[in-house]
């Protein structure tokens, strides 16, 4: 199965409590980082597909923290396919890369994007990008992305998976803070936001 998820914002000390952007009720970025760990795998099994839409962390020292950052994600279920976002390098994914560890299988965990991907499901074509792409009415693309946090375009084909995002409200069921969107999820969402 294929998951969906973007601004993780590991280490992102600054976004933790309230605030107007990106809102992380947590007290220490401890707390938080385990918290998507763990909303993570309850959904995410290791023969599942997770592409990351972009801004995996912000550690407050990014390219001397990929170590630290690895160490989390090592602990994600399934293989990742990471979108890069403004916050994310190209070193930081070479750095991935090179450290990848693996799956039980032997095949590679990480997979990385520099400016977008394609993906069908439901008889859809989506465009898995880090900022919103405005496509304007369309019958045979949608796009998912992440970037602007607790906003939402006001255009029913682009749906928000980021981890704060707005458009979570729409599911019929509640998410603890984190969970990646599945496919069906990703439907669910669309057929309330086209209305």
């Not at 947590?26 to 997770?50: G, P, R, Y």
């Not at 994007?113 to 045979?140: C, E, R, S, W």
């Not at 969107?181 to 669309?190: D, F, G, P, R």
């Amino acid at each position: 199965m294929n998951f969906f998820i973007s601004d993780m914002h590991f280490f992102h000390e600054r976004l933790l409590g309230e605030n107007d952007f990106a809102p992380r009720p947590f007290q220490t970025v401890e707390e938080m980082n385990q918290q998507l760990i763990t909303s993570w795998n309850a959904v995410v099994k290791e023969t599942d597909h997770v592409y990351h839409l972009g801004d995996l962390a912000m550690h407050p020292q990014y390219e001397k923290g990929s170590g630290d950052i690895l160490e989390l994600v090592a602990q994600l279920n399934g293989t990742i396919h990471f979108i890069k976002g403004n916050h994310d390098s190209r070193a930081f994914f070479r750095y991935l890369e090179k450290h990848d560890p693996g799956l039980s299988d032997g095949r590679n965990k990480f997979y990385f994007y520099d400016v977008g991907a394609i993906v069908k499901f439901d008889h859809q074509q989506y465009y898995l990008t880090h900022y919103p792409m405005l496509l304007g009415p369309n019958d045979t693309i949608r796009n998912l992305h992440g970037h602007i946090h607790r906003y939402s375009v006001p255009i029913g084909n682009d749906v928000n998976v980021g981890v704060d995002a707005p458009e979570r409200a729409f599911l019929k069921e509640e998410l603890p803070f984190g969970t990646p969107l599945s496919e069906q999820q990703i439907k669910e969402i669309y057929e309330v936001k086209r209305l």
